[in-house]
């Protein structure tokens, strides 16, 4: 799978939430977050589907999108490639940092807890 940039991933966010549409209906999702013009949408989303990121299908004078990929194995490929980059392929130590430079509420530890019950 191709890695998205950050552009197609908020892309991606839409298209996972939102379901199969069109530019015009991704764009205005985005513009509620940040000024992006229909043309730079239209490109990215060009782009995705040479990339196999999206696929298009046509209803009547709509190009309708949707996401070819699914957010958890985009989310796993992301993550993996962060932790070998970042942390030297140690889960180990990002979690020992993200612990250490947030606290966690006790339902949070809690639900780590269960998590780490249920891999041994």
């Known amino acids: ?16 939430a939102q ?3 069109s530019v015009r209906e991704v764009n205005t999702e985005l513009n509620k977050t ?3 013009g229909y043309t730079t949408t239209l490109k990215i989303m060009q782009l995705m589907l040479g990339k196999n990121l999206v696929s298009r299908t046509e209803q009547g004078r709509f190009h309708i999108y ?4 699914s957010k958890e194995d985009t989310q796993n490929q992301l993550l993996r490639k962060f ?9 180990m130590n990002l979690v020992m940092q993200a612990l250490g430079n947030h606290t966690a509420s006790k339902e949070e530890l809690d639900e780590i807890k269960k998590l780490l ?3 041994d």
């Open 1 to 16: 799978m191709n890695k998205p940039t950050e552009a197609e991933l908020e892309i991606l966010q839409v298209l996972w």
């Open 19 to 21: 379901g199969p549409s």
């Open 34 to 36: 940040k000024d992006v």
């Open 66 to 69: 949707a996401a070819s990929v």
């Open 83 to 91: 932790v070998d980059s970042t942390f030297g392929g140690s889960t």
């Open 117 to 119: 019950n249920t891999l």
